[in-house]
């Protein structure tokens, strides 16, 4: 048979070249011993797995328990419950509003709103401080009250410290009473002694006992 007369996937499959036989490789072969990964093998060597510690939370802040928003520069045409949808709508979580008017009972354009949760306060005062009202006539402004009333007892009362118990077993004795002053010693001054009495001479002693036994036969 021609070449032109065997199909094109033969012609292909005649003129691939067998594909040489990789001959193994003779050389010396080396062992190698398995290492055993343990405490011994690891010694000082190995590295401690990092441990990360928690970090510590952060101390809440008086904002924290920060619930009430003053809102100032409100239209004095807008009612009590439209300031209330409004903040619900946006932000949800409103307990109360409160609208402030003057003597003739007209609005002031103040409003005290509220939260439930200090997070939806701050949340309004960041997204609507500032913000135009009436194609930019004027501009609201929220502020943020803190009321101490709102935060927890808990986070006000700091415990006193745990006393170390002592090494005998014993409970630790309260705190050593103040050392008092010890009374100022006036100087006594020394007496002087008194004079020794010179000896009697045997013509005193003498002339004594005359003078003892004349006065008794007098008697």
Known sequence: MSSLEQSLDAIIASSKKPALKKKP???????????????AAAGKNAKKPIVLSKPAPAPASAVDYASKVVVYGLPKDIKNDAVKEFFQSQIGGVKTVSLSYNEKGQSKGIATVIFQKSKQAQKAVESYNGAPIDGGKTTLRLELIVDPAMKPLASRIVPNQ???????????????????????????????KAAPKKK???????????????????Q
């Open 25 to 39: 490789f003779k050389g010396t072969k080396k062992t190698v011993k398995p290492t055993k990964v343990g405490k």
């Open 162 to 192: 745990a006393v170390a118990p002592a090494l005998s077993g014993k409970v630790a004795s309260r705190k050593a009473a103040p050392k008092k002053a010890k009374p100022v010693q006036k100087k006594v001054k020394p007496a002087k």
């Open 200 to 218: 009697k001479t045997v013509e005193e002693l003498d002339q004594e006992m005359a003078d003892y036994f004349s006065s008794n036969d007098k």
